[in-house]
């Protein structure tokens, strides 16, 4: 069945890939966006709601919307200079504004309330067990806290007004486009850098930004989605290494790892502090079993087209004189 979606953070790495395929899907979209880009009009599908920390006026953008799926926010951020109080900025963006957001939904007769959460809500890594929506939440640092308060909020609203919440939380998401940690790992890798991680015997859970987004659909049209809270990934979990040779051989450069004792890598990373290392060295698993049994989701792309497509598009930015096929 088709319905009226808007979908906030439409310009983001995930929005720009859910957005085409809810079109593709029968679905009518409006993307919200902070600002439009120049000569660019309302009418070609989006609209400028300012910052959401600011408390915009949803109204218009929710006129005629039966779903929303929230995307909008502030991102994990591991060092941001001159940041006096980022707790204060995770709380306004990710905390109170998805709070207003949900209210105005109430309000406007939105049906459902699709957030983006984040795995980082359970914790930062795992055990021997992966992680399950029905675990304690641990979060372990102020954005994950954020996103944890957040989802708390929307549970609060529902109860109160009897809108539908569903709430996805993913690992780390790879794919076309992808920044942060990601994307300075396949500069390493070109720049031939040895990377001490061969012997790093962990897995993590990942998922494409493709298959994010067609997850995101499913719990936009399944019923059954009404009210849950899933955890979503690929379902192939991997090691560094395994993730490091992946895009290596999908950028067309050799996998320099060297071979140092993983005892030796977690000594290193607990005397500088460093929160990267401990994720490259660490295991961080989810259990995406309930997506798959209860709303019968799959999904569609496999792991090796999700990095070659990620390596490919990283490729054409950094040579733009080579161009891009169509």
Known sequence: ?????????????VG??????????GHRVRGAVRTLPPNRQVSAGCIAVGDIGAHPDWRAALE??????????????????????PVSLYRRVNVAATEMLARACAAAGVHRLVFASSIKVNGDATY??????????????????????????????AAETGLDVVIVRPPLVYGPGVKGNLARLMRLIERGVPLPLAQVDNRRSMIGVGNLADALRVCIEHPRAAGCTFLVS???????????????AAL????????????????AANAAGSGTLRRLIGSLQVDSGPIRSELDWRPPHT???????????????AEPRQGAPL
Not at 66 to 78: E, I, K, N, Q
């Open 1 to 13: 069945m088709s319905v009226t979606v808007l979908v906030t953070g439409a310009d983001g790495f």
């Open 16 to 25: 720009r890939v859910l957005c085409p395929l809810l079109a593709s899907a």
């Open 64 to 85: 005629g919307v039966d779903v929303v799926v929230h995307l909008a926010g502030r991102a994990h951020v591991m060092h941001e200079p001159g940041q006096a109080d």
């Open 128 to 157: 021997g067990q992966p992680y399950r929506a029905t675990d304690p939440p641990h979060p372990e640092d102020d954005y994950g806290r954020s996103k944890w308060d957040a989802e708390q909020h929307l549970h609060a609203v």
């Open 234 to 248: 690929d379902g192939s979990d991997i090691s560094t290494p395994e993730l490091i040779r992946a895009i290596a």
């Open 252 to 267: 067309g450069h050799p996998a320099r790892l060297l071979a140092v004792p993983a005892t030796m890598l977690r000594l």
């Open 303 to 317: 792991f090796e087209h999700g990095i070659e497509a990620m390596a490919w598009v990283h490729r054409a930015r």
